[in-house]
């Protein structure tokens, strides 16, 4: 209380007045509620039972139906698309950090012919959204055995997500000193083992930013995977939610449990992580 | 002689492992960005149906586009859905941000509530809001009759005429907390002493943000709306697929969705690919004329 007190002499201090405060407060509460409610009302339907999720809109659920989720889990099987959604990211991840890590050190630290227009590729693929040319890409991976894949479409997620991440860490190899890999040099460390032994340990933090932005973007995709991914067995997580939506259209209570199960572990993650990922986005648009 | 042979030395002094380094992004860059991108570039100077020889037809797929009502249709919902989306993105999230860094308590767990909508995925985002719309017992349906306003309750999704903006609100909702958090950490480096100084000038609230927060902000309103453009023209197939497919009748068709149609319902391999492009292209324009008007009024400010 005495923190809150100091807080708001401070306030006081800086010339604002405690009815700013209040309009100010006010117009947050609205964009919270804005923000929050409809996914306060997706938990609470998901315990409701069917019936009650029409004629209970609004209030909350009268007893808990723990059985939505167990029958969703079996209905949607929520399992396998799980499996597939990690198969998908996690390939895509480990293949983007692989390709992207020696390709942003060798564009930022060193003297190779044709460097300038390797970045100027880089920066111009940046421009491109994959979006536009789907249809080549559907083709080149049909041509390539990789329709019905998750191999298939995890690398193209992670050449599509390369750009960017080239870019990204070209940033923080370029904010290390160089002195520090002079000195390894010295030392008789080739490129290889500088960018292994040195490098490494200290640009982690652009390899987990580059992660994080792969994550969201991999995790949630649902445009490359209607594409390619045709076999309803092999259908990541959006896929799978949709075509639940579509087939079970009026089992309301089951599809808010699904809706639940897949949204709630993507929220817990990012309100632990929140911290390291505003900052990395902010850092990175900020700056730019 | 000697010292430009020197310098060429030095200066490809680490091609070897530049080239072994550059090799595994640059084999997927090349065989899943680059080759695409050209060969849809050369598919779209065909018509193909996808298994047969295409035909080569010079620009004609481009030219039947200009003719094409469905298309044409497509790009002024895609037009409706770029200027709506970059004004009420930008001024919501420019006064969100204002909020938040006058909030003095609270701040940090409000800016995460609000960026909550950023992770999820559109079809999740699609899903719900889709019984936030559903006419007969949806959320907002059912928060206007609690407000007693069931004279405005509307059927959102299935009304051709209004189909188009629910759309646009969900989007809005899904990336307030992103435009929000970018436009916070701009106001955030803005020197306090420069309010200071027009307050001492005697400026008012209005003028400081006009005079001050506004031309210091220009930089990072520039990152949003260049975020907020490529994303309402072409990262919008997820959000019109999941909530209307297009419909009702086109209504809410956006030149992706009726790319993916024209291609894998029609067999138009490539007419589809020349809209890609096509949309590619007007992205880009618009892109450099957008710069080129905002250093402008930069200047003006």
Redesign the interface.
């Known amino acids: 209380m005495t923190a809150l007190a100091r807080r708001l002499l401070r306030a006081r201090i800086a010339g604002r007045s405690l009815g700013e405060l209040a309009l100010v407060y006010g117009l947050l509460a609205v964009v919270l509620i804005e923000t929050l409610y409809p996914l306060i009302w997706v938990l609470s339907g998901s315990l409701k039972t069917k019936e009650e999720v029409i004629a209970n809109v609004w209030g909350l659920p009268s007893g808990f139906v723990w059985q939505n989720y167990t029958e969703a889990w079996r209905v949607a099987g929520m399992g396998e698309r799980i499996l597939n959604s990690v198969i998908v990211t996690g390939t895509a991840l480990a293949i983007l950090v692989v390709a992207a890590t020696p390709a942003a050190y060798a564009v930022s630290r060193l003297a190779f012919r044709g460097r300038t227009v390797v970045l100027a590729v880089v920066v111009a693929a940046m421009l491109v959204p994959p979006q536009v040319m789907a249809i080549p890409l559907f083709m080149t991976a049909r041509d390539l055995g990789l329709i019905n894949s998750r191999i298939g479409v995890a690398l193209i997620h992670a050449a599509s997500n390369l750009p960017l991440s080239v870019f990204i860490l070209r940033s923080f190899f370029l904010s290390l000193p160089i002195d520090l890999e002079d000195a390894a040099r010295v030392d008789g460390a080739g490129r290889f083992q500088s960018l292994w032994l040195i490098m490494l340990p200290l640009i982690r933090p652009g390899i987990a930013l580059v992660m994080i932005f792969g994550f969201i973007e991999i995790w949630n995709d649902f445009f490359l995977a209607f594409l390619l991914l045709r076999d309803p067995a092999l259908q990541t997580i959006p896929l799978g939610l949709v075509a639940f939506f579509q087939q079970y259209g009026s089992m309301w209570n089951l599809y808010f449990a699904a809706l639940t199960i897949t949204t709630l572990p993507v929220i817990v993650v990012f309100v632990l992580m929140q911290r390291q990922f505003i900052a990395g986005l902010t850092a990175g648009a900020v700056k730019a | 002689m000697a010292g430009s042979a020197f310098f060429r030395v030095?200066?490809?002094?680490?091609?070897l492992?530049?080239?072994?380094?550059?090799a595994?992004?640059?084999l997927?860059?090349g065989?899943?960005?680059l080759?695409?991108?050209f060969?849809?570039l050369w598919?779209s100077l065909t018509r193909w149906d996808?298994f047969s020889a295409p035909i080569f037809i010079g620009a004609g797929n481009y030219l039947k586009l200009f003719r094409d009502g469905l298309f044409l249709g497509a790009l002024e919902n895609n037009a409706i859905f770029v200027v709506l989306i970059l004004i009420f993105k930008n001024a919501l999230g420019l006064g969100?941000a204002i909020?938040?860094d006058?909030?003095?308590?609270l701040r940090?767990p409000?800016?995460?509530?609000?960026?909550?909508?950023?992770?999820?995925?559109?079809?999740?985002t699609?899903?719900?809001?889709?019984?936030?719309y559903n006419p007969?017992?949806g959320?907002l349906n059912?928060a206007l009759d609690?407000f007693g306003l069931s004279g405005l309750k509307q059927s959102w999704l299935g009304d051709a005429d209004i189909a188009l903006y629910s759309i646009v609100v969900v989007d809005i909702?899904k990336w307030?907390?992103f435009h929000a958090?970018?436009y916070?950490?701009?106001l955030q480096?803005i020197p306090h002493e420069l309010y200071e100084a027009a307050k001492i000038d005697g400026a008012g609230a209005w003028t400081r943000f006009r005079h001050v927060t506004l031309p210091m902000m220009m930089p990072?309103v520039l990152?949003n709306v260049i975020?907020g453009l490529?994303g309402a023209?072409?990262?919008n197939?997820?959000i019109v697929?999941?909530l209307t497919q297009g419909g009702p009748n086109h209504a809410t068709e956006v030149v992706?969705t009726l790319?993916?149609k024209t291609?894998f319902q029609d067999g138009n391999?490539g007419y589809?690919?020349a809209m890609?492009?096509a949309?590619?292209l007007i992205?880009?324009l618009t892109?450099v004329l957008l710069l080129g008007l905002m250093r402008r009024t930069k200047v003006a400010l």
Do not use: E, H, N
Not at chain 2, 17 to 22: C, G, N, V, Y
Not at chain 2, 102 to 105: C, E, K, M, S
Not at chain 2, 110 to 124: E, W
């Open positions: 030095r200066r490809d002094s680490d091609g492992a530049a080239m072994l380094m550059l595994p992004a640059a997927l860059f065989l899943f960005v080759w695409p991108f060969r849809g598919l996808g969100l909020l938040l006058r909030a003095l308590f940090g409000i800016r995460a509530a609000v960026f909550i909508p950023v992770t999820l995925s559109f079809a999740a699609g899903l719900l809001w889709s019984w936030i007969i017992f959320l059912a609690l909702w307030l907390g958090v970018i916070l950490a701009g480096t990072v990152i975020l490529s023209f072409v990262r197939f997820d697929q999941v992706m790319m993916v291609a391999m589809a690919s890609g492009y949309l590619f992205v880009a892109c």
